[in-house]
């Protein structure tokens, strides 16, 4: 069982930045690659970054690449840096935990576990 908490969201105007945070906990944390994924209300959850276990390999969506960045520096914490925010990023930020692939992916049923979620706004 993994337990994981988002923070860092806010209100932050077009251009600013906010780095997210997820905590987790639990065990065997080093093998589960991690994925940030948001969702806008009556849509599905996208995938935005991930961060492999094995090989700490990153992968970003396209709308996020060059102005995200997502990092891990130790098994319980894995960070969002966003940078150059703009309003459409404006969403509920989620992380989740992978304990059964090789790679980290986009595609949400492979996520075991999930956070609560973290509000990001960017207002133009």
């Known amino acids: 069982q993994v337990q994981l908490v988002e923070s860092g969201g806010g209100h932050v105007q077009s251009g600013g930045s906010l780095r997210l945070s997820c905590a987790l906990s639990?065990?065997?944390?080093?093998?589960?690659?991690i994925g940030w994924f948001r969702r806008v209300p009556g849509n599905d959850r996208k995938g935005v970054s991930c961060?492999?276990?094995?090989?700490?390999?990153t992968n970003y969506g396209d709308s996020v690449k060059g102005r995200f960045t997502i990092s891990r520096d130790n098994v319980t914490k894995v960070y969002l840096q966003m940078d150059d925010l703009k309003p459409e990023d404006t969403a509920t930020y989620y992380c989740?935990?992978?304990?059964?692939?090789?790679?980290?992916?986009?595609?949400?049923?492979?996520?075991?576990?999930w956070g609560q979620g973290t509000q990001v706004t960017v207002s133009s």
């Open positions: 639990g065990s065997g944390l080093n093998y589960y690659n």
């Open positions: 989740a935990a992978d304990q059964s692939h090789y790679y980290c992916s986009f595609y949400v049923p492979d996520y075991d576990y």
């Open positions: 961060i492999s276990s094995t090989d700490g390999v």
